[in-house]
């Protein structure tokens, strides 16, 4: 017992005056400390496991290898150009779509010439889905192909960070026609058929800015990633048991044109780094363990330990103070070089 009463957040004189006086409650205290504390171990120990130790489900569960189709949307560059590589050397065929035509072509040459899979590729503007045509074209593509995985990966975000109120009209349209209704038309053309062949795995390529922080000056686009991560937790529940998997991706940043990072580092990887870990940690949620979030991942472990971190101190304001800081300070220097650029025309 006197052991036990050391680890007691006062001096073992006065302690012992408590456990003569108040021995019920000294126990009580003990028991609520030692509870938190089991309860802290076995969460973490969850969250290392998960990420360091426990694979993913495995691709063949969604047909890799016997003919079936992952499609990825923004597939020309960055992450979506990344799994597209990935899932053909799995043994996917891959249907990429973007709206670089060279970029894709290219992407396709490089995919055959490795892997002994069929592409297909569709220049298409995901802005531009409202457009009957373009739907008709979009849809034409993917009606008759055995479709295992949707790579939900096309994304905009703003030029650089900027008040809402100052954000260009065009700029907020084409965010929202780009990463809402372009991903649901998207998914509604391809899950149906995934139900009915009771196989397929959905992913979304959500953000810290609208999953784990409040993100001033972005407010458009991080308001898309929490729609994204809504809409796809709900579908997945729709689904769950009909042999369909949904998540979505809680990425910090990837070195990538959007995120305009060019150098790796442990915090970003690069798109082949990371599209490695969410490939093989499907179905694990990892850092998002624990969270409250149903149905979202954060695969990459540096990701991952920092999403976790950032649960458990939970004090969401200093993240959002922290995170207005760094955009006021990235939108000043984008202002700065805008400005030496003009001067130098
Ligand atoms: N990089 C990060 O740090 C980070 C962090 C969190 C989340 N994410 C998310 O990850 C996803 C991929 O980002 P990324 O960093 O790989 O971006 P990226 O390098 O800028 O690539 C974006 C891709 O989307 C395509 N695209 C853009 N607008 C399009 C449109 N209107 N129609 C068709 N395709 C379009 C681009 O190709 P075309 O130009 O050829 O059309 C390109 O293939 C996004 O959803 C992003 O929000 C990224």
């Known amino acids: 017992m006197s052991a036990l009463l050391s680890y007691l957040?006062?001096?073992?004189s006065s302690s012992h005056v408590f456990v003569t006086e108040q021995p019920y409650l000294a126990v009580l205290l003990l028991a609520l400390g030692s509870l938190s504390l089991a309860k802290f171990l076995?969460?973490?120990l969850g969250v290392l496991a998960q990420t360091f130790i426990l694979p993913g489900k495995n691709l063949k569960k969604y047909g890799a290898g016997k003919g079936t189709w992952?499609?990825?949307?923004g597939a020309s560059e960055g992450i979506g150009r990344e799994f597209a590589l990935?899932?053909?050397a799995k043994g996917f065929n891959v249907l990429v779509a973007a709206r670089n035509a060279t970029s894709l072509k290219e992407l396709t040459t490089e995919i055959e010439s490795t892997s002994k899979v069929q592409t297909k590729a569709l220049a298409i503007d995901f802005s531009k889905l409202n457009d009957p045509v373009q739907w008709a074209r979009f849809q034409s593509e993917v009606e008759n192909l055995d479709i295992g995985v949707l790579i939900n990966n096309v994304g905009?975000?703003?030029s650089y960070p900027i008040n809402f109120v100052e954000t260009p009209d065009e700029e907020i349209?084409?965010?929202l026609q780009i990463n809402i209704n372009a991903t649901v038309k998207v998914t509604k053309a391809i899950v149906p058929g995934m139900v009915q062949r009771k196989r397929g795995l959905v992913i979304g390529s959500g953000s810290f800015s609208g999953i784990s922080v409040v993100s001033p000056?972005?407010?458009?686009y991080a308001g898309t990633k929490s729609f994204l991560s809504s809409f796809l937790a709900a579908l997945a529940e729709e689904v769950k048991g009909k042999g369909v998997d949904v998540e979505t991706l809680n990425t910090y940043f990837v070195v990538s044109n959007m995120s305009k990072i060019r150098k790796s580092s442990m915090m970003i990887p690069t798109p082949k780094a990371y599209v490695r870990s969410v490939l093989s940690k499907v179905g694990q949620p990892c850092g998002a363990l624990y969270t409250g979030r149903m149905h979202v991942v954060t695969p990459y472990w540096s990701h991952a330990l920092l999403d976790y971190l950032m649960n458990l101190i939970g004090w969401k304001q200093v993240f959002a103070s922290y995170t207005h800081g760094l955009h006021k300070s990235i939108q000043k220097?984008?202002?700065?070089?805008?400005?030496?650029?003009?001067k130098q025309q």
Do not use: C, G, W
Request: net charge positive; proline share 3%; charged share 25%.
């Open 70 to 73: 992952a499609v990825v949307t």
């Open 42 to 44: 076995v969460k973490t």
């Open 156 to 158: 905009r975000s703003h």
């Open 173 to 175: 349209d084409n965010i």
């Open 333 to 342: 220097r984008y202002l700065k070089k805008q400005e030496r650029l003009a």
């Open 9 to 12: 957040p006062f001096k073992v």
């Open 217 to 220: 000056m972005l407010a458009t």
């Open 86 to 88: 990935q899932l053909a």
